[in-house]
């Protein structure tokens, strides 16, 4: 089963504005070039870059009635089309280059209470929040990009 890259988003800052790119260059050391999270201090690295499924973020939007850009989730990688592995270890590729193993399910903080009353219950269930990934294989990524899962 394949996907696809439906969007790419970046903060330079902690709690700093999103920064929505059609391309990104993804760095073994850095995550999403530009994006502060991929390049925090410690191994292992659990939150190089995340990745949110369209339709749980959709589902989400409509149980809490809203309908807020998927930015705001604060994810990198917008993903449409497949199944995102609840699974640590389980590996993603995307494109041609590059490879990410999942580390963990990304957990909805209160910034998402903030967005929307309930977001964050809506976010738990079925790691519907999303997965934060570690870089295997570096590489450059843009919009509309195949994902998949190597087996």
Request: contains cysteine; proline residues 6%.
């Amino acid at each position: 089963m394949t996907g696809r890259i439906a969007g790419i988003a970046r903060h330079a800052i902690p709690k700093g504005p999103m920064e929505v790119i059609d391309r990104a260059t993804v760095t073994l050391e850095a995550g999403i070039a530009g994006d502060f999270r991929g390049a925090m201090k410690g191994k292992p690295y659990k939150r190089q870059v995340s990745l949110i499924e369209a339709a749980d973020w959709d589902a989400a939007m409509a149980e809490v009635g809203h309908s807020i850009p998927w930015e705001q989730r604060r994810a990198n990688l917008l993903v449409e089309g497949l199944d995102l592995p609840q699974i640590v270890g389980a590996r993603l590729r995307i494109g041609a280059d590059v490879v990410l193993e999942v580390r963990d399910e990304t957990n909805p903080c209160e910034r998402m209470e903030a967005l929307a009353p309930g977001l964050r219950a809506a976010l738990t269930p079925d790691w519907r929040g999303g997965v934060l990934t570690m870089v295997i294989q570096p590489g450059e990524i843009v919009v509309g990009d195949s994902i998949r899962i190597e087996e």
